[in-house]
T-cell receptor, first 112, second 113 residues
């Protein structure tokens, strides 16, 4: 089982739609979680951290379910500019591993 | 100016050549990382460094070496480049805690013929 798993998509949605991505992680000891956005052939950029209580930033809402070991990202009122790949990122739960683990990403295409 | 700067941005070279990719940062972060990304695949960790005396192999370190010349500089070398090392390479930095997010440079597009 991969440490971090994401549906690769693509998710094709019309402008204005609400879309949700899920990500599962394997190590129950992981403490920190993030969503990154990556545009084609560009660097990943931090979109938001994910907190246990859930958090919102404008049209974006992130939630963490520790019991089921998954993280979600909800995007409301999708814009064309939201088209990108969204990476789920998890901190190491294993003391022998000391770097974040990146999922392979979910591609979103918002259509006019 | 970018906080994490990679040079060169693009490089085309031949099999067998030695190549160095450089990364410098002005964020004051202790930790630095090198990743490669292949089309359609996720980021794979090559090497990471927690300070100038702490360098660690990542999941795909074979064929690569690194040097942490100073807190702000971390370079990646391909001693004898081969075509399957053609990829997009990213440098990243983070604060001194495994729970902190990473911040990426713009990337180096490397093609080996």
């Amino acid at each position: 089982r991969k440490e971090v798993e994401q549906d690769p998509g693509p998710f094709n949605v019309p402008e204005g739609a609400t879309v949700a991505f899920n990500c599962t992680y394997s190590n129950s000891a992981s403490q920190s979680f993030f969503w990154y956005r990556q545009d084609c052939r560009k660097e990943p950029k931090l979109l938001m951290s994910v907190y246990s209580s859930g958090n919102e930033d404008g049209r974006f809402t992130a939630q963490l379910n520790r019991a089921s070991q998954y993280i979600s990202l909800l995007i409301r009122d999708s814009k064309l500019s939201d088209s990108a790949t969204y990476l789920c990122v998890v901190s190491p739960g294993d003391p022998g591993r000391r770097a974040l683990t990146f999922g392979s990403g979910t591609r979103l295409q918002v259509q006019p | 100016d970018a906080d994490v700067t990679q040079t060169p941005r693009n490089r085309i070279t031949k099999t067998g050549k030695r190549i160095m990719l450089e990364c410098s940062q002005t964020k004051g972060h202790d930790r630095m990382y090198w990743y490669r990304q292949d089309p359609g695949l996720g980021l794979r960790l090559i090497y990471y460094s927690f300070d100038v005396k702490d360098i660690n192999k990542g999941e795909i370190s074979d064929g690569y070496s690194v040097s942490r010349q100073a807190q702000a500089k971390f370079s990646l070398s391909l001693e004898s480049a081969i075509p399957n090392q053609t990829a997009l390479y990213f440098c990243a930095t983070s604060r001194g805690n495994s729970n902190q997010p990473q911040h990426f440079g713009d990337g180096t597009r490397l093609s080996i013929l």
